[in-house]
């Protein structure tokens, strides 16, 4: 069970340090693979060496006959699994399984590193080493595992994204009114594939006792897991509990339910003993999903002043055999800008790869690229500053509904933002610094904000020692919701927040959906608000009803919750706190749940979280190579829980970003039909001395619509639009538009 308690004083939105943080960095904190129990066997994955075939034989004998090996499974005797689950997001709450396809039910190979065998022995140093003593036979066919490849075999599916985005959004005629607008762009932009690599490679360790199975899993939603598993196995849910303390790190990886999770199950049960499944880096790249290799088309129709008359965007992308996938690259791009026609269509292909999945900011990281691309584009050809350019066409409501936006601030996004740079710099030719170019480029941000499918639920409970609890069984994977949800419950309960510790990660706990998609802390904070609530105003009720109360008689609208008490509004002398109240009952404590969704009805209002992105670049004018010196972000996320975590999550999707822009790229051989860059030596991403001057800042907007706590999120909003900043910024220092991701020194050359 993680246990957070926090330091003292008024608790919303302070920014408290979080609680994780010392048993983190001391090492008192335990991740899936600390777990120790008695008996424990480690398991090791073996993948397929071809990219597409059949499996014709498996020799198993040496491995067998190795020391420390109790078993071997394959296609060959690996258990049926009861049901497959459909593919379903995992913030819709029910199963969330990475793909449709479950390994080692038959011989046939649809990927390169597809599991089709597991070692389990006494120690993970045996199993890995029986685990390369297995002789797998296959017959090979032809793979196909790039775009380029399946140009004349793309389709337009229904929907996308576990069937949340549609594949084909339109309004008005975009044929006429391309045709009819004053100025054109047509403009292709491309972005290779990328992997999430968390810092710990995914995990689960499973047992089953009496009958129940126990798994501990890095994920980010304990039901998520919970849910999948059971209908993987036929298990019911009361006979599964998922325990997600620790968790380091995801991005995406671990936001659906891959298939170590249930192998891992399977294993503990076939041999009666706990098992632990830990996967390998490199089966990071081949075991839990990618960002997609994607190509997308922007055709922008506008008058000689640059207001948009036309948008149309097509996006192709590639997906396993059995599963439509494509990451929402359209859906926020085309809520920015008001047009008369939009029509925005995906297009797939199938490969031989594993189903793509999320990877932070999924959809808005690659779509926003583009859209935000275009648009500087446009204002260089029309001889208009891009900033005055994305004013000129500034939505007031949204173009895709014609509602009013919950809220916005993204003018006031824009104003601070381009303070904080010295936008009037970019009206000034481009300056040198000895050998490098300097140049700026900024882009809209923005990130939707999806409302829950299944009910958010939490407890809360005051003790008669006047502390209490909150209870919810979201993860903690870094982004500071142990902490968070603590000043949640004690801003609603009004006690001092070092009073207030918060339980989570256990589906024995009341259930959440998986924190995913910027939800979290709109999610499970909103349900804990709740809970706290109800148990305060039972406790107020109690208080007035009660002959021995000095607040006996009142009304309980007249009572208000601060400093471990209740008082009357009017006469703060007059008070009882919890610890009197239950103290006379002779009550150890009280207990309140809450809930929150699902929420089902259309609302009035369009919602999205909006900000602004700038960026400084310096360009080597001799090596071609790309610094960041300065990256600004402002934002209006709705209400912050707390300043440094958001602040924290902001930063940190920016130099994600940043990352995106200058460095990652997954490298696929399409001849051998795999990934070729499977590690962080070869896979690049951002360290220290790659970090700019960061500055982030918040725009404070009220918005009652979204949720009871009034939060839109902050863990992808960091992120979207950032590298389209940096490669805007890039042309303004070099006079090179490149089109594609990542950028690398080779496009200055």
């Not at 992997?195 to 126990?214: D, F, K, V």
């Not at 993204?410 to 490098?436: F, K, M, N, T």
């Not at 300065?630 to 940190?652: D, E, I």
């Not at 902050?714 to 639009?721: H, L, S």
Request: charged share 20%; with cysteine.
């Amino acid at each position: 069970m993680t246990t957070a308690t926090t330091t003292s004083g008024p608790s919303l939105g302070r920014p408290l340090r979080r609680v994780d943080g010392r048993p983190k960095t001391t090492g008192r904190a335990r991740y899936t693979s600390d777990v120790t129990l008695p008996g424990l066997l480690h398991a090791v994955l073996v993948g397929a060496r071809i990219a597409a075939g059949r499996l014709t034989s498996v020799d198993a004998t040496e491995a067998l006959a190795a020391e420390g090996v109790v078993a071997v499974f394959s296609h060959e005797n690996l258990p049926r699994i009861a049901a497959q689950p459909p593919l379903l997001p995992s913030l819709i709450g029910g199963p969330a399984p990475g793909e449709t396809f479950f390994p080692m039910q038959d011989t046939t190979v649809h990927y390169q590193g597809q599991y089709v065998g597991m070692v389990i022995a006494d120690s993970y140093e045996r199993a890995l080493h029986a685990s390369r003593l297995i002789r797998f036979g296959y017959r090979e066919t032809e793979a196909v595992t790039v775009l380029d490849q399946v140009r004349d075999r793309t389709f337009e599916p229904e929907s996308i994204f576990g069937g949340l985005a549609p594949g084909r959004m339109a309004r008005g005629d975009i044929a006429t009114a391309l045709d009819r607008a004053e100025v054109t762009l047509d403009l292709t932009y491309t972005l290779g594939a990328n992997h999430q690599n968390p810092m710990e490679t995914s995990a689960t360790t499973a047992y089953w006792e009496a009958g129940r199975l126990i798994l501990f899993d890095g994920t980010q939603g304990p039901a998520a897991t919970q849910h999948t598993v059971s209908a993987l196995l036929g298990v019911p849910h009361a006979d599964i509990q998922v325990n997600s303390h620790y968790v380091g790190g995801s991005f995406g990886a671990k936001a659906s339910i891959w298939h170590h999770s249930t192998l891992a199950a399977m294993a503990a049960r076939e041999l009666d003993r706990p098992v632990r499944l830990a996967l390998t880096r490199e089966q990071m790249f081949t075991g839990c999903g990618h960002r997609e290799e994607q190509e997308q088309r922007v055709t922008l129709g506008a008058d000689r002043a640059g207001r948009l008359t036309a948008l149309r965007h097509h996006k192709l992308s590639p997906t396993s055999h059995y599963d439509d996938w494509a990451e929402p690259s359209l859906q926020a791009a085309a809520m920015l800008y008001p047009c008369d026609a939009y029509e925005g269509v995906y297009r797939l292909a199938r490969v031989n790869t594993m189903t793509p999945t999320f990877m932070r900011c999924p959809g808005e990281a690659s779509g926003l690229f583009a859209l935000e691309s275009a648009m500087d584009e446009l204002a260089e050809r029309i001889g208009v500053d891009p900033l005055e350019l994305r004013l000129r066409n500034y939505a007031e409501t949204d173009p895709l509904s014609e509602k009013p936006w919950s809220s916005k601030g993204l003018r006031e996004c824009y104003e601070r933002g381009a303070e904080l740079i010295d936008w009037r710099r970019r009206s000034r030719p481009p300056v040198r610094d000895g050998h490098q170019l300097i140049g700026l480029g900024m882009a809209t941000a923005a990130y939707p904000i999806v409302p829950p499918g299944s009910a958010q639920r939490a407890r809360a409970r005051v003790f008669a020692d006047g502390s209490a609890v909150i209870q919810a069984g979201t993860s903690e994977f870094g982004t500071g919701a142990t902490t968070a949800m603590a000043q949640v419950a004690a801003d609603a309960l009004g006690l001092p927040v070092e009073r207030v510790r918060f339980e989570g990660g256990d589906t024995d706990q009341p259930n959440t959906s998986s924190s995913v998609g910027s939800m979290g802390a709109a999610y499970t904070g909103s349900a804990v608000h709740n809970a706290a609530v109800a148990l305060r105003d039972q406790l107020i009720a109690r208080a007035v009803a009660d002959a021995d109360s000095p607040l006996h008689g009142a009304a309980p609208d007249d009572v208000v919750a601060a400093g471990g008490r209740l008082s009357l509004r009017d006469r703060p002398e007059a008070f009882d706190s919890y610890a009197q109240l239950l103290g006379r009952a002779h009550q150890p404590d009280a207990e309140a749940p809450g809930s929150w969704g699902p929420v089902t009805q259309d609302s009035p209002y369009a919602m999205l979280t909006f900000g602004a992105h700038f960026a400084e670049v310096a360009v080597d004018a001799d090596l071609g190579l790309i610094r960041a010196r300065r990256l600004v972000g402002v934002f209006a996320p709705g209400r912050v829980l707390n300043a440094r975590t958001a602040q924290s999550q902001l930063m940190g999707g920016m130099l994600w970003g940043m990352g995106q822009a200058l460095l990652e790229r997954t490298y696929m051989d399409s001849t051998a039909g795999r990934w070729a860059n499977v590690s962080l030596g070869d896979y690049l991403v951002p360290v220290n001395a790659d970090t700019p001057r960061v500055d982030v800042e918040l725009v404070e907007v009220t918005d009652t619509e979204v949720n009871p706590l009034g939060v839109k999120g902050v863990g992808e909003i960091g992120q979207a639009g950032t590298a389209a900043a940096i490669a805007n910024a890039v042309h303004h220092a070099t006079g090179r538009r490149v089109r594609h991701l990542p950028i690398t020194l080779e496009d200055m050359l």
